[in-house]
């Protein structure tokens, strides 16, 4: 089994829809974070956690929500979804800070929205 | 804000040749250096990085990294491509406890 994954793996869905993107691991990493890909752009954080009760905003974190329900589930949450967030998205994790120990990644999650 | 610049979107290369993909950073003091390759229908891996120290850093299959800091850069190099090298390279520095990556360069390895 993955040490991350990621649930769904696709998922095509329509303009104002809610969408949930799951992920849960199982190396005992206290960080996770979700990472957005989309060509040219490379990968750009949407939000971030260092422990469960601690949530940080990335550097596209609008239109997103999280949700931190324990320590080895990260939830991504598109409350209204619109096109422009077709996307690649991955969940990644750490133990301690990223700087100084590996990020584990996920297989992602490809979403469309029409 | 510390950051990375990947300033070529794709490389080609000859299997058997060398291969370098650039990186160069931004950063104020010292920079923590990393990068992973991602391969087809996959997540990322990390690859190597780069903290203190030598500046030549060793990686996994067979990659390295030279740090300069005059610079600013963190180019990624390999003595002798193969086809399976074929992938896309993210450089990627920390900041505040967490990564923020480039935007990617594809590397084509051509038999």
């Known amino acids: 089994d993955a040490d991350v994954t990621q649930t769904p793996r696709n998922r095509i869905t329509k303009t104002g829809k809610r969408i949930m993107l799951e992920c849960s691991q199982t190396?005992?990493?206290?960080?996770m974070y979700w990472y957005r890909q989309d060509p040219g752009l490379g990968l750009r954080l949407i939000y971030y956690?260092?422990?469960?009760?601690?949530?940080n905003k990335g550097e596209i974190s609008d239109g997103y929500s999280v949700s931190r329900q324990a320590q080895a589930k990260f939830s991504l949450s598109l409350e209204s979804a619109i096109p422009n967030q077709t996307a690649l998205y991955f969940c990644?994790?750490?133990?301690?800070?990223?700087?100084?120990?590996?990020?584990?990644f996920g297989a992602g999650s490809r979403l469309t929205v029409l | 804000a510390q950051s990375v610049a990947q300033p070529e979107d794709q490389v080609n290369v000859a299997e058997g040749n060398p291969l370098t993909v650039k990186c160069t950073y931004s950063v104020s003091g010292n920079p923590y250096l990393f990068w992973y390759v991602q391969y087809p229908n996959r997540g990322l891996q990390f690859l190597l990085k780069?903290?203190?120290?030598?500046?030549l850093v060793k990686g996994s299959y067979g990659f390295e990294a030279e740090f300069n800091k005059s610079q600013t850069s963190f180019h990624l190099k390999k003595p002798s491509a193969l086809v399976s090298d074929s992938a896309l390279y993210f450089c990627?520095?920390?900041?505040?406890?967490?990564?923020?990556f480039g935007q990617g360069t594809t590397l084509q390895v051509k038999p």
């Open positions: 956690s260092f422990d469960v009760k601690d949530i």
């Open positions: 190396k005992g990493h206290d960080r």
């Open positions: 990644a994790t750490s133990k301690g800070d990223a700087g100084a120990n590996v990020l584990t």
């Open positions: 780069y903290i203190t120290g030598d500046n």
């Open positions: 990627a520095v920390r900041r505040g406890g967490k990564l923020i």
